[in-house]
């Protein structure tokens, strides 16, 4: 997805952005499967790594965007066929490699603070104006590359928690103390070597063996030439029991530590939601056609498909409004006030934001 925004804003050359989405309609429109041909098979997903699947579609998405950066890199030519198939390949392990370390560092537990998602937000270059973060061309950024907040902030918390991951393994290396001795010995050591040369020459008339000899010989001393099956250990042990000897903690101590790492302990809550926007030039219009989906929601209808055929929101309408999980951070204030204060199943609106006006229904509170 970064990688989507970076190709979006590379020398801000939106002409050229605007170019790519005309072809990715394009690709939509005649089948992308079809042309693409990724050959995963007929099974409805493209890998399974340690029971998470990945999908054709995030298969298909990828191949996209890595076949555009390697037709650029080739000045536009079309990759040719016996790579195609090598460069898939290449991807979908990568695509793999990427689960696994996803399950891993869920399976460990790690997280994102709230805090460490929104500096690293506001340090993206993309979303500066003049070195300082804009709300405005964040927003404008993701738009353009066709990337809802949510999910922006889904992968950016993925990628945050493999770093964690890989930081924690580098962190993790040591050498023990016979270790860095033989190193620093091995590295100051002077050897004074003194040596004689043979030449063969002077001994091969005088040898006489033949090879008939030479396999008799062999065979009566065989056991001399093998060399039993050994191996050369090193271990260290920790013990738990050694390392808590050492360690003394009051009560205050303890409270302090868990004050400071607070921040990073609490999970803040995150609702799952869905949203129909209409906006307008005439504000009453707006406000008119707003409640009238309003009291079509209230009714009964369907709320997935009023967003299908009212919503105005490039990111959500086609998903039925869906917004996924969010947290409070993640919508500007009217919106978020209005969506923290719903019970699970309420529909309510029209809320007014700068971006038109909203009606949302609460289906989730995590």
């Not at 790519?20 to 409805?44: C, E, P, R």
């Not at 926007?277 to 056609?289: F, R, S, V």
């Not at 498909?305 to 086609?318: I, V």
Request: no cysteine; hydrophobic share 40%.
């Amino acid at each position: 997805m970064l990688q989507r925004i970076g190709d979006a804003l590379k020398g801000q050359k939106w002409l050229a952005y605007l170019v790519l989405g005309a072809l990715a309609l394009v690709f939509a429109a005649w089948g992308a499967y079809g042309i693409v041909n990724l050959n995963f098979g007929g099974s409805d997903y493209a890998a399974e790594a340690n029971g998470a699947k990945i999908s054709l579609e995030e298969a298909h998405n990828r191949w996209v965007r890595q076949q555009t950066q390697w037709q650029q890199r080739l000045g536009g030519m079309e990759i040719p066929p016996e790579l195609r198939k090598r460069f898939q390949d290449q991807m979908l392990e990568g695509m793999i490699g990427e689960a696994l370390i996803d399950e891993r560092t869920q399976s460990l537990g790690y997280r994102v603070s709230t805090e460490a998602l929104r500096e690293a937000v506001q340090q993206e270059p993309a979303f500066q104006v003049g070195g300082q973060f804009s709300p405005e061309a964040a927003k404008g950024v993701l738009a353009q590359a066709g990337i809802s907040l949510a999910d922006y902030e889904r992968d950016l918390r993925t990628q945050a928690r493999r770093a964690q991951l890989e930081g924690g393994i580098r962190a993790s290396e040591f050498l023990t103390p016979a270790e860095r001795a033989r190193l620093a010995e091995l590295e100051g050591q002077e050897r004074e070597v003194r040596y004689l040369v043979l030449p063969v020459e002077r001994f091969k008339s005088a040898a006489g063996v033949d090879d008939a000899a030479v396999q008799t010989y062999y065979k009566a001393h065989q056991a001399e030439y093998m060399t039993p099956e050994s191996a050369h250990l090193e271990y260290a042990q920790l013990s738990l029991a050694a390392l808590e000897a050492q360690v003394t903690a009051s009560d205050a101590d303890l409270r302090a530590a868990y004050e400071k790492a607070k921040g990073r302990l609490e999970v803040p809550e995150k609702r799952h939601a869905r949203h129909i926007l209409i906006t307008g030039k005439d504000d009453a219009a707006a406000l008119a056609q707003a409640e009238k989906v309003l009291a079509e929601a209230k009714a009964g209808k369907d709320f997935g498909e009023l967003a299908k055929q009212y919503s105005q929101d490039p990111g959500s309408a086609k998903n039925g409004g869906d917004l996924g999980w969010a947290e409070r951070s993640a919508f500007v204030a009217p919106f978020a006030d209005a969506l923290f204060g719903m019970k699970v199943g309420e529909i309510k609106g029209p809320v007014k934001t700068q971006f038109g006006y909203h009606i949302l229904r609460l289906d989730e509170i995590q």
